[in-house]
């Protein structure tokens, strides 16, 4: 997995949004898919082909990028949200503020 494709992208994501703002993973990820899709694609092939990662996993990895920015350009927020995923269903997702 190589970080180092997708956590510049996250970076200029995050620094995009307005401070005092709420987003959760959900948006983080369909701004990659939308905006950055070749960075996405760059970090999914990363794994390589002959491993069993799952699509969750790869959220999960963007997640813990995205919380890499807790302190200076983030806070994490103790509650929940509840987001569309990449498969249009409801699910709970990490929320956090731009400071």
Known sequence: MNKKVIEPVIREIVESIHPG???DAHF???RLLIDSRNAYTQFITSFGR??????NSVHG????A???FE???IKR???????????????RCTIWIRI
């Open 71 to 73: 302190g200076t350009l």
């Open 66 to 68: 995205i919380a890499s």
């Open 21 to 23: 703002y709420v987003f």
């Open 50 to 55: 002959n491993t069993n990662i799952t699509t």
């Open 28 to 30: 983080i990820i369909d």
């Open 77 to 91: 927020l103790r509650y929940p949200s509840l987001s569309r995923n990449i498969r249009s269903k409801p699910s």
């Open 61 to 64: 990895f963007i997640s813990q």
